[in-house]
Structures are given as structure tokens and as C-alpha cells.
């Protein structure tokens, strides 16, 4: 079975700091995508990113960056000096690789970034 | 370009009430599908279907119908809503059902409340 595990529920910081949202998966593919999205206040869902499991480098986009780490199979997110407006829900996702648009999601994780 | 549209966006109900919700997206995907968030448990696959004429359960079916007469809607009906039904519902859509790649886009959600 295919899971997703967020296990911090909240995450409060003042801004300027830098936070880690971690994400831990379970899967016996040895193919799969995960995904991160995020959901602000507003309640849409943004699409961050999609990482293949044969590609196990980082990906850094502005402040964002994620490191997958198939060994220990995890795929953490990490914002650089946060900012207010990064205030939201942040979902890990995982789909298995020829089923792309059924997505497994962890709990989410609320993040909370004061001025 | 208006993506995936949900109507409407909050609803109340009471027990035992039967309402459908409205999906339709204007990007020939084929690929829709529904997903309720409650707090704690993410998201969570409702039913999908890969095409029109195609549908096929997820995660969590039971109390919901849905059909795919048409590429672009797939409405998901709740035939006797119940308190447990109470949820935000969000429909999403992708352009190849098994693919490797692309995103789902998600509509922005319905907020239902069964009294």
C-alpha cells in the first residue's frame, strides 16, 4: 500500500527564518511521482513541484528547494527566509508512475509565518 | 482560459438531501476526477474516470455517484447526504489518465456542510 506521512502538523516561524517541511513516503514501486502543492488561505490548491523516483537531485526554484532522498524515502521542502505570504497548507503527494492523476496525500502541514 | 470550474462554492444541506455537484473543465482532459479534504486526513480520492463513458472508484466512494457523459463535466452526485459528508470537494483534471508527467489541475473547491 502507498502512503504519505506529514508529521508536522504546524510550524510556526517569524519571518526572515528558514523552515523545513518534511514528508516521508512508503511505496513498493520502484517508479512512482511526488508531488508538493500548496494551499493558502484562499483554499485553491498551487501545484509546487513533481519529482521522479529516478531522479534523486535537489531542485532549488527561487527560495524553495526540495531534497529527495530515496533511502530513506523521504522528499522534505524547504522555504529560505520566509515570508508572510508563504502562510499556507503545504501537502506532500504520491502517485504511482502509470497513474499519475490518482495522488496519495499526507496530512498536510500548516505553516505559520509571523512578521 | 478558465481551467476547471466547480459550482457552486458552499453549500448547506441537511440529512438525508440529495445535491450534485458541478465539475466541467475546458481543456479536453480526459483524465477528472473528485477528492474530499477534511482536517487531518488530506486529501482523499473519491472516484475518477479516464475518459466519457469511464468511471471507477478511489479511496473513499461510498455515499457518492458520479457519471462521465461528456468529456468536459463529471458532476459527483450525493444521492442522501449525511453529517460525515460534511467535507470541501474539489474536482481535478489532467490530459493523459496514466501519465507521466503532467499535473492535475484542480478546481477551487466546494465547502459542504450536511446539518
Known amino acids: 500500500a502507498q502512503k504519505v506521512t506529514q508529521a508536522q502538523t504546524e510550524i510556526s516561524v517569524v519571518e526572515k527564518e528558514d523552515v523545513t517541511l518534511d514528508c516521508v513516503y512508503e511505496t513498493r514501486d520502484t517508479t512512482y511521482y511526488l508531488f508538493w502543492y500548496k494551499q493558502p488561505p484562499s483554499g485553491e490548491l498551487v501545484f509546487l513541484i513533481r519529482?521522479?523516483?529516478?531522479?534523486?537531485q535537489n531542485e532549488i526554484s527561487g527560495r524553495y528547494s526540495w531534497n529527495f532522498q530515496k533511502s530513506t524515502s523521504s522528499f522534505n521542502f524547504t522555504i529560505t527566509a520566509s515570508q508572510v505570504v508563504d502562510s499556507a497548507v503545504y501537502f506532500c503527494a504520491l502517485s504511482r508512475y502509470n497513474q499519475g492523476g490518482k495522488l496519495i496525500f499526507g496530512q498536510g502541514t500548516e505553516l505559520s509565518v509571523k512578521p | 482560459n478558465a481551467g476547471v470550474t466547480q459550482t457552486p462554492k458552499f453549500q448547506v444541506l441537511k440529512t438525508g438531501q440529495s445535491m450534485t455537484l458541478q465539475c466541467a473543465q475546458d481543456m479536453n482532459h480526459e483524465y477528472m476526477s473528485w477528492y474530499r479534504q477534511d482536517p487531518g486526513m488530506g486529501l482523499r480520492l473519491i472516484h475518477y474516470s479516464v475518459g466519457a463513458g469511464i468511471t471507477d472508484q478511489g479511496e473513499v466512494p461510498n455515499g457518492y455517484n458520479v457519471s462521465r457523459s461528456t468529456t468536459e463535466d463529471f458532476p459527483l452526485r450525493l444521492l442522501s447526504a449525511a453529517p460525515s459528508q460534511t467535507s470541501v470537494y474539489f474536482c481535478a483534471s489532467r490530459s493523459d489518465p496514466g501519465g507521466v508527467g503532467e499535473k492535475l489541475f484542480f478546481g477551487s473547491g466546494t465547502q459542504l456542510s450536511v446539518l
Open positions: 519529482r521522479n523516483s529516478f531522479d534523486e
